[in-house]
């Protein structure tokens, strides 16, 4: 990771545009827990292409352990891009109107998703509850259930804490910081 960010047209474009020194190093954590889960998949992707390769056949545990960080890795980009507020939105309704407007609209987007993560963190602790007490095992493998189940309420733990630091920050700005950052420059 370079220290230095790319100055050109494609970052002069964005006036509003953080660079990444500026972000919190809090924000660090999605982007390392990223480029760990991706290098895992690939190396246990490539692994079992390797085997299949030479030997016709493959590692059973490969399909169970790829599915469970693709899984995580959804989870782990859905919380980056909360907390840089680059979540799904329909832009002409967050982009239009005035920049109170934007801003409430904003706010109303980062408590909906605090909201919902949060009954989803709640809810999936019993689940992993359940997937331990009745001694659950997973189907390829055979190892406790509860070892995948567990990273639910823990990753939605993660997205609901970064939606309500979005509440705050967007609630803390002014009426102009409202505009999202990554709005492209008209000519």
């Known amino acids: 990771m370079s220290s230095s960010s790319p100055q050109g047209p494609a970052t002069d474009a964005l006036p509003g545009a953080a660079s990444p020194e500026a972000e919190p190093r809090s924000l660090r954590l999605e982007d390392w827990l990223t480029v760990i889960v991706m290098a895992a998949l690939a ?7 390797l085997v299949r390769y030479f030997t016709n056949s493959s590692f059973a545990w490969t399909e169970e352990i790829s599915v469970f960080l ?3 890795l959804a989870l782990i980009a859905g919380s ?4 840089r507020d680059q979540h799904i939105r329909i832009e002409y309704f967050a982009e239009g109107g005035s920049a109170l407007r934007s801003k409430r609209l904003s706010m109303l987007g980062a408590a909906t998703v605090a909201l919902l993560f949060g009954v989803i963190a709640v809810l999936s602790v019993r689940v992993v509850w359940d997937d331990y007490s009745f001694g659950e095992t997973s189907p390829g493998i055979g190892v406790p259930q509860w070892w ?5 309420p823990v990753f939605s733990a993660l997205i609901t804490a970064r939606a309500i630091g979005l509440f705050i920050r967007r609630s803390r ?8 950052a990554h709005q492209d420059a008209q000519p």
Do not use: E
Not at 80 to 83: E, G, I, K, M, T
Not at 173 to 180: E, K, N
């Open 43 to 49: 190396l246990i992707t490539f692994a079992n292409v």
């Open 70 to 72: 693709m899984i995580a």
């Open 173 to 180: 700005g002014t009426v102009s910081d409202a505009a999202p």
């Open 148 to 152: 995948y189940s567990i990273w639910l």
């Open 80 to 83: 980056a891009a909360v907390a």
